[in-house]
């Protein structure tokens, strides 16, 4: 069955960087795209950023285009978000996500907590 592991989270001061990793399992990843959400509590999930099943494609939300990097790895199944300069309007827990046979697939999320 398809799992989605994400870690990596943790509390971070404003201006300091994370990395998040999503370990996945149960389906061929190189062929499928993988993208990264984030919800804060009282707010709708939202788009962070998505990576084609290559590798050749992105997409960022405004919020974060030019702070954060999506990569993968497809020999070891493996996708990260790499989050620089981060602000307390980042604060959420990051799900990572996958679109397989017809319906998404959500890991069960990371805290991420920028703080002073």
């Known amino acids: 069955q398809v799992q989605l592991v994400e870690s990596g989270g943790g509390l971070v001061q404003p201006g300091e960087s994370l990395r998040l990793s999503c370990a996945a399992s149960?389906?061929?990843?190189?062929?499928?795209?993988m993208s990264w959400y984030r919800q804060s509590p009282g707010k709708e999930r939202e788009f962070v950023a998505s990576?084609?099943?290559?590798?050749?494609?992105?997409n960022y939300a405004d919020s974060v285009k030019g702070r954060f990097t999506i990569s993968r790895d497809n020999a070891k199944n493996t996708a990260w978000l790499q989050m620089n300069s981060l602000k307390p309007e980042d604060t959420a827990v990051y799900y990572c996500?996958?679109?397989?046979?017809?319906?998404?697939?959500w890991g069960q999320g990371t805290q991420v907590t920028v703080s002073s």
């Open positions: 996500k996958t679109f397989y046979s017809g319906r998404p697939y």
């Open positions: 990576i084609s099943s290559t590798g050749g494609f992105t």
């Open positions: 149960g389906f061929i990843f190189s062929s499928y795209g």
